[in-house]
């Protein structure tokens, strides 16, 4: 009965329609320019797949994406060919022997009836790729069509990063090969790998085999918010992992096919509980009981700025810089309580010998004297601000993670800067919504909105020193991601939005385009690829009370090919109840309140959180 009167209360209008891809085709990130034209070209058994540069790493992602996808051709080689790879009908042709003025990184391709080409030198040339691949309709095994157009790409930064803490959890090469893969569809290329901490050392080191037999594993770890209730409650389980030296050259080897840089991190002075455990030597006490962080936040046994740890530390980072090519190292810096500095007569003498103003200066001695280390081989150091705080290492990267200012401060020391403000939305650890079916976080609030309104570049800058503002990185902290799957669910989308601001010039930036048309697009595309990503809330419909007697919602689903499900019963939608065709239509008796609630339903079987609509005609 009560089941037919509120039946009676709803009509449901169908229009059937096609995702609408918007001006950028549903490109991420967006490009510089995109003209579409009319028309498609369709890729079968009988397109030519052509190169002038068999080697280039597009050549052999090209390669795996047609046999994943059924289709047979093969690569040929543009010289072995009686004619000209741009005269060749029904062909893509990947060009790096090109007379195009292309900028560092930058593509050009053009998709016509006849032809694919692709042109881009070095990382150009497979960044054109990843957008033709996002552009690709598979229609079914070995066949595909391409929309027709023009597009010409450059990023905005030349540092374009995501980090992954692997010591509060550690997360085998295998993910870590898909995160690449993430990363590498969105253009992202510096992976900032934070491979130390108190909760655990994840690198082996040869000459120091008990930074990873002794530093690797903790006895349990904390459950739930640090900051929460069950403060003292632990899993009683031990957690441990590492990676070995040949895994590790692997993932390099992996993350340069893919144009991207591995950033490694060895976190000092401070972080460092794990490598007091494995090494007591290197604190300032070697005669404490040290156990490697069972819980979060920052400890107080840090290094101590003794030449046994320098000798230590010099010889890990050989080992270190033998196994990562990357020109920078991060070296940390950050969060260095100065407790067991100000305890300790060694360092008390240093200060004063070393004619240093305090433990700040100690701090700065400490990240100076990696530096000089580092700088011997050619390499950079990055570290997070505080490396700013008593006097910033000569050729130092600041990564500014509180807030904006030591990114502004270092750029007007003529420093390079990495922008990473939690406060900017790229604190990925952050909470994406305020509902409380959002799982376990560290709190604070980045929506995928935020993330993508950021802009890397102060105003309060001068036009040379925006120059030091190199790029942007989104942070993903893992005390409260266990496994790949919830590291997935905190990246995407926000990836999208964190490429956007990456790449596209400011003025290209469009968040109704990219949060209609292109973040449904791509969800889909990530969907098919097995990521774990967040399915954003319906559109056209919010968490809200609205007062009328009659309403008409016009609300889309957030991932393309998902359905809308609602309920006006005061249950939880699921796939098992009405779904939303196109508008909705509602109407509330007079002296009544429903609640509607909508979720997302993907085709893979993901859910959104509910959206809670009050309708009030009381
Ligand atoms: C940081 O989030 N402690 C760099």
């Known amino acids: ?33 995109v003209k579409s034209a009319k028309g498609h070209i369709t890729i079968n058994s009988e397109t030519s797949i052509i190169a002038d540069s068999m080697t280039h790493p597009a050549v052999k992602f090209l390669n795996d994406f047609l046999k994943k996808n059924g289709f047979s051709n093969v690569i040929v080689n543009a010289s ?10 029904n062909a893509i042709v990947l060009q790096t022997k090109t007379s195009l003025n292309l900028p560092s990184e930058g593509y ?4 016509s009836e006849s032809q694919v080409l692709i042109s881009g030198h070095g990382a150009g040339l497979f960044y054109g790729l990843m957008t033709f691949l996002q552009m690709v309709n598979l229609e079914k095994k070995g066949v595909a069509t391409v929309q027709c157009a023009t597009i ?18 550690f997360f085998p090469p295998d993910f870590i090969k898909k995160y690449l893969d ?50 003292d409650l632990f899993d009683n389980t031990e957690y441990s992992g590492f990676y070995t030296q040949e895994e590790v050259k692997d993932i390099v080897a992996y993350a340069a096919e893919r144009y991207i840089n591995v950033v490694p991190e060895i976190e000092m002075p401070g972080h460092s509980m794990a490598g007091v455990t494995a090494y007591p030597v290197m604190s300032c006490d070697p005669n404490k009981k040290y156990k490697v962080g069972e819980t979060w936040g920052v400890y107080t046994d840090v290094y101590c700025p003794s030449d046994t740890t320098f000798h230590i530390l010099g010889d890990v980072m050989d080992e270190v810089m033998d196994m990562f090519p990357c020109k920078y190292v991060h070296i940390g810096g950050d969060e260095c309580p100065k407790d067991a500095w100000k305890q300790s007569a060694f360092c008390q003498q240093l200060i004063k010998d070393s004619l240093l103003r305090d433990e700040a200066g100690l701090q700065s001695y400490f990240i100076r004297r990696m530096e000089r280390h580092l700088n011997k081989t050619g390499h950079k150091i990055i570290g997070w601000d505080e490396i700013l705080e008593g006097g910033l290492a000569p050729n130092a990267t600041v990564m500014s993670w509180r807030g904006e200012e030591g990114g502004i401060a270092a750029a007007q020391l003529n420093h390079d800067v990495i922008m990473t403000p939690g406060s900017g939305g790229l604190y990925l650890d952050h909470a994406q919504s305020k509902s409380e079916e959002e799982p376990l976080s560290i709190g604070g609030f980045a929506p995928l909105s935020k993330t993508y309104s950021y802009n890397p570049v ?12 190199i790029g942007v990185q989104g942070n993903v902290w893992t005390e409260y991601m266990a496994t790949p799957e919830k590291v997935e ?11 956007e601001v990456a790449w596209t010039p400011q003025s290209g930036k469009d968040y109704n385009d990219f949060s209609a048309n292109r973040v449904p697009h791509q969800l889909r595309i990530l969907e098919t690829k097995g990521y774990n990503y967040r399915v954003p809330e319906p559109m056209g419909i919010a968490d809200t009370t609205l007062r009328g007697e009659s309403f008409t919602f016009d609300i889309q689903p957030s991932v393309e090919g998902a359905a809308v499900h609602y309920t006006i019963d005061g249950f939880t939608p699921r796939e098992t109840d009405m779904a939303v065709k196109n508008k909705l239509k509602v109407t509330v008796p007079k002296g009544k309140q429903i609640e509607l609630k909508t979720i997302v339903t993907t085709p893979g079987g993901k859910r959104s959180n509910v959206v809670k609509t009050v309708l009030d005609n009381k």
């Not at 050009?108 to 998709?111: D, F, Q, R, S, V």
């Not at 669910?489 to 964190?498: D, E, K, N, S």
Request: proline share 5%; no cysteine; charged share 20%.
């Open 489 to 499: 669910y905190m990246v995407a989308p926000r990836i999208l939005a964190l490429s």
């Open 1 to 33: 009965m009560k089941k037919s009167f509120l039946a009676a209360l709803m009509a449901l209008a169908f229009t059937a329609g096609a995702q609408n891809l918007g001006n950028n085709l549903g490109i991420v990130p967006a490009p510089v320019s």
């Open 108 to 111: 050009e391709l053009k998709i």
């Open 80 to 89: 072995t060919m009686g004619k000209k790879p741009t005269d060749v009908k």
């Open 458 to 469: 102060p105003a309060t800058l001068t036009a040379d020193q925006q120059k030091h503002i």
């Open 182 to 231: 993430l990363m590498a569809i969105y253009k992202l290329n510096y992976f900032h790998w934070h491979l130390t901490d108190d909760q655990g050392w994840r690198l082996e080191i040869k000459k120091y085999p008990n930074f990873t037999k002794n530093g690797a594993t903790r006895a349990q770890t904390k459950v739930g918010n640090f900051s929460g209730n069950n403060t």
């Open 152 to 169: 010409n790409d450059a990023p905005r930064f030349g540092y374009r990063g995501l980090h992954l803490d692997v010591s509060r959890h």
